[in-house]
Nanobody, 111 residues
Framework: QVQLVESGGGLVQAGGSLRLSCAAS????????MGWYRQAPGKERGFVAI???????YYLESVKGRFTISRDNAKNTLYLQMNSLKPEDTAIYYC?????WGQGTLVTVSS
């Protein structure tokens, strides 16, 4: 059974940092793109960052320079380092690989 399990969310003040993790089990994703998405209250889920399996990375324009996506294929884990957080970053953050999604982790940024 393939699972993606996110962790690391929480409540943080504006300007603070959080590091999200997504631990994969049941199969490896070293040859697949992996990404982070988020869904804010009342909005649709949208792309945040992608880690390409060949090493490329892509970011939502509004998080460039603040967020960093990385992966450790030996640990089958995806990360999202989030710095200089803003209230508008408040959302449930989801990990994705192929057709698999995690259950999400809530990030709340207070002003």
């Amino acid at each position: 059974q393939v699972q993606l399990v996110e962790s690391g969310g929480g409540l943080v003040q504006a300007g603070g940092s959080l590091r999200l993790s997504c631990a994969a089990s049941g199969r490896t994703f070293s040859s697949a793109n992996m990404g982070w998405y988020r869904q804010a209250p009342g909005k649709e889920r949208g792309f945040v960052a992608i880690s390409g399996y060949l090493g490329s990375t892509y970011y939502l324009e509004s998080v460039k320079g603040r967020f960093t996506i990385s992966r450790d294929n030996a640990k089958n884990t995806l990360y999202l380092q989030m710095n200089s957080l803003k209230p508008e970053d408040t959302a449930i953050y989801y990990c994705n690989a192929l057709e698999y999604w995690g259950q999400g982790t809530l990030v709340t940024v207070s002003s």
